[in-house]
Structure formats: C-alpha cells, structure tokens
C-alpha cells in the first residue's frame, strides 16, 4: 500500500471522527450527470471536507468554534498546508503556508483598530505588503501592492475603489507605476442589483468584455450574460430551489465553440452525520 495514500486516508478519518458536530450538510455537485464534487458543511455554512473527483483533489478543514485553525489541500502527490492564528479579538494575526514539508510563506495581519491596514508575506527572498486606506464610510478606497527584494528593482500596484451615494462600488482601477493597467465599471438597479459590469484588462487595445446581471422576481440571479464586440460568447443559466436562494443548478452555454457546448451543474443538498464518510 502507497503510505502516503494510507496516511492521507487515516487523517481524513481522524479528523471526521473527533469533530465536535453532530450534523452535517452534504452538497454533491453532478457535471453533466456525473458526480463531480462532494462538499461537507457545518451548520455555519463552513466547509469541513471536500473531495473533488474530477481533478482529483482534496481539502479538510479543522476550525475552533467558527475560526479556521488549519486548511489542508491534496492534490495528486502535493500537500499544501494552511495554518491560520488570530489575536486576542480574534483577528487573523499570521498565516503560514507549507508545501509538503517546505515552509512556502509566512504572513502578517497588522490592524487599525478592527480593519485591516497593512499585510505582510515572507518567502525566501522576497517580502509583499499590501496596504489599505478606507474613507468614512469604512469602505475600501485604495489598496497598495508593494514587492520587494534585495536585488530586484522596487515596484508597486494600487488599487482605486469609487462608490454612489448608496456605497454601491462603481469603479474600480489598477494601476501601476502610476500608469493605469485596467478599468472596471459597475452599474445598479434602483434596488441596488448589479445589472453591468465593464471590464477593460488592458487599455491599449480596444478589448472590453461586458457583464450583464439578469434576476428572477425574487432577486436571484436567473442568467449572466459574457459579451464582447456586441456579441454572447458565454452564458450561464442559474436555477434555484423554490422559495430559498440555494443554488440548485447552472447551465453554462459556450458561443465560442461550434456547435456550442452545454455544460450542466446541478447541485444536491441532505443532512447527513459528520462522522460518516461517503
């Protein structure tokens, strides 16, 4: 027996079996009839394991209370290991990342008063801070993107964020050395759904792919339209379970494929006890 398989199978067991919930919910996600994914959620709607058969991959959370202590992904003969701390207000504080047995990355989470104001990530050689400034509101208005190293040439990103009166954000942009990089633009309904997003993801060529939002009378998003140059080249379909805004099914058409290709997800939900394993 692979011993890495075996132990991989005797910790999913493990950590099933010591869970402190009782009852689960289980999603198993169908592609075009065939089972694809299986998702098991705590009562918060938290993931706790998920098995994609498919692309072959797994992922086992462990939390305390409702704070993720430790994410572990699966991936063929990969191990990526997340671990999460958070401080005394129960704000993430530190991150670590492992792949197999190297130390990939450690990140901190430096707080002005409970929002984020300044991320910092450590590799081998290369340190990234994030930082944010909000407006009044509490809203994010800028976000900066900065790497460093002892040897490369300093650069850094920033973000723009504008809102309406009704804090529905409206525009967004990225930068670069002071040069802007790319430009989305959002628009509402009266009611505050998003109906169009624009997004430009490179300004010296004509290239713009427009969202378009179409809701049910309930205000759940029924299709999303993908256009450019004025024509469909992707939509998906959404279904939802009646009187709940569960998603229940999605129906992607590709245009750009001829004849065009149907993709179909549907999605089942049931309860089921955390310490069976399907």
Same mark, same amino acid.
């Given at each position: 027996?692979?011993?890495?398989?075996?132990?991989?199978?005797?910790?999913?067991?493990?950590?099933?079996?010591?869970?402190?919930y009782s009852q689960c919910v289980l999603q198993?996600? %169908?592609?075009?009839?065939?089972?694809? $994914?299986?998702?098991?959620? /705590?009562?918060? =709607?938290?993931?706790?394991?998920?098995?994609?058969?498919?692309?072959?991959?797994?992922?086992? %959370?462990?939390?305390?209370?409702? +704070?993720? &202590?430790?994410?572990?992904?699966?991936?063929?003969?990969?191990?990526?290991?997340?671990? %999460?701390?958070?401080?005394?207000?129960?704000?993430?504080?530190?991150?670590?990342?492992?792949?197999? *047995?190297?130390?990939?990355?450690?990140?901190?989470?430096?707080?002005?008063?409970?929002?984020?104001?300044?991320?910092?990530?450590?590799? =081998?050689?290369?340190?990234?801070?994030?930082?944010?400034?909000?407006?009044?509101?509490?809203?994010?208005?800028?976000?900066?993107?900065?790497?460093?190293? =002892? /040897?490369?040439?300093?650069? *850094?990103?920033?973000?723009?964020?504008?809102?309406?009166?009704?804090?529905?954000?409206?525009?967004?942009?990225?930068?670069?050395?002071?040069?802007?990089?790319?430009?989305?633009?959002?628009? #509402?309904?009266?009611?505050? +759904? +998003?109906?169009?997003?624009?997004?430009?993801?490179?300004?010296?060529?004509?290239?713009?792919?427009?969202?378009? #939002?179409?809701?049910?009378?309930?205000?759940?998003?029924?299709?999303?339209?993908?256009?450019?140059?004025?024509?469909?080249?992707?939509?998906?379909?959404?279904?939802?379970?009646?009187? /709940?805004? $569960?998603?229940?099914?999605?129906?992607?058409?590709?245009?750009?494929?001829?004849?065009?290709?149907?993709?179909?997800?549907?999605?089942? &939900?049931?309860?089921?006890?955390?310490?069976? &394993? =399907?």
């Amino acid at each position: 027996m692979n011993y890495k398989i075996y132990t991989h199978t005797f910790f999913i067991l493990f950590l099933l079996n010591n869970l402190s919930y009782s009852q689960c919910v289980l999603q198993e996600i %169908y592609y075009n009839k065939k089972l694809s $994914k299986q998702i098991y959620f /705590t009562k918060e =709607d938290k993931p706790l394991y998920v098995k994609d058969l498919l692309n072959n991959i797994t992922e086992i %959370y462990n939390y305390k209370d409702t +704070l993720l &202590l430790t994410k572990f992904i699966y991936i063929n003969s990969d191990t990526f290991k997340y671990y %999460y701390f958070y401080n005394e207000k129960n704000k993430l504080e530190k991150t670590r990342t492992i792949h197999n *047995s190297d130390l990939v990355s450690v990140t901190f989470y430096n707080y002005h008063d409970t929002l984020p104001f300044e991320v910092e990530e450590y590799t =081998d050689s290369l340190r990234y801070l994030t930082r944010y400034v909000y407006d009044n509101m509490g809203r994010v208005k800028e976000l900066s993107y900065i790497e460093l190293s =002892d /040897t490369a040439t300093t650069f *850094s990103q920033n973000w723009i964020y504008n809102y309406d009166n009704k804090g529905n954000l409206i525009k967004k942009i990225q930068l670069k050395d002071n040069d802007t990089l790319s430009l989305w633009l959002y628009e #509402y309904s009266d009611d505050n +759904l +998003l109906l169009k997003e624009i997004i430009q993801n490179d300004l010296t060529t004509l290239d713009v792919l427009e969202k378009y #939002y179409i809701y049910n009378k309930d205000g759940n998003l029924k299709e999303l339209l993908y256009v450019r140059n004025n024509l469909i080249v992707l939509k998906e379909k959404y279904k939802t379970q009646n009187n /709940t805004d $569960k998603l229940k099914g999605t129906l992607i058409i590709d245009y750009t494929i001829k004849p065009p290709k149907k993709d179909e997800w549907k999605y089942k &939900l049931k309860k089921v006890d955390c310490n069976v &394993l =399907d």
